[in-house]
């Protein structure tokens, strides 16, 4: 198990204080450019949303600023792992792991959805299941190998994923959906497909600060 190293942020009031609107997202804003004394002195303006601080570190696969945040008070291990998956940090999804994270079906998601085709076999591995929600994702992309990956471990149902294919206009990803005998005219709306529980809490999280 990883074991953060104390000492190196503990004393922070030797840091100057940044020149900064928000903290909070200015935590996640100087941390993902790793610029380890920029965010000890951010810390110093007692900020409260480490959860998103802690999602940007994951992003990085920074294992000293993720138990830094943890230690803090982030607790939303989940949405950390998505965003490991989706960037292919190995060690920081194992960390999270040994943190109690069980749920890896969104994490699946996030890993079809950038074609990381080690990442998707290794959550399997873990447990993950929810392999419809991921064929969402890979044709979002027209990710075609993690399409033929889950459609082997036994996707057999594309309505949805060709309705979103549609939407996103992502003609390879069709392609290969009409190969598999899914018709382009199905009125299936896209909305009354798969879900997974966290997924759309990250998105919004990425969204506000177009970083993590």
Excluded at 47 to 74: S, V
Excluded at 131 to 142: G, P, R, T, Y
């Amino acid at each position: 198990m990883y074991q953060y190293k104390m000492g190196l942020y503990d004393n922070i009031d030797k840091f100057d204080k940044p020149n900064q609107n928000n903290c909070e997202d200015s935590i996640c804003f100087t941390m993902y450019q790793a610029d380890i004394k920029e965010v000890a002195s951010i810390i110093k303006l007692n900020p409260t949303n480490y959860d998103e601080a802690l999602c940007c570190a994951a992003r990085k696969g920074n294992l000293e600023l993720m138990e830094l945040f943890k230690n803090l008070g982030a607790t939303k291990y989940f949405n950390a792992m998505l965003a490991d998956a989706e960037y292919s940090k190995i060690n920081a999804m194992t960390l999270l792991k040994e943190w109690g994270v069980d749920n890896y079906d969104g994490a699946i998601y996030c890993a079809a959805y950038n074609g990381n085709i080690y990442v998707m076999e290794l959550l399997k591995e873990w447990g993950a299941t929810n392999f419809d929600i991921a064929m969402l994702a890979a044709v979002e992309k027209s990710q075609l190998n993690a399409m033929k990956l889950l459609k082997e471990w036994g996707v057999t149902e594309y309505k949805f994923a060709m309705r979103k294919a549609i939407d996103y206009s992502q003609i390879d990803a069709v392609n290969l959906l009409k190969e598999w005998g899914v018709s382009e005219n199905d009125d299936t709306v896209y909305s009354s497909g798969p879900r997974v529980e966290g997924l759309e809490d990250y998105y919004v999280a990425n969204k506000k600060l177009n970083i993590c």
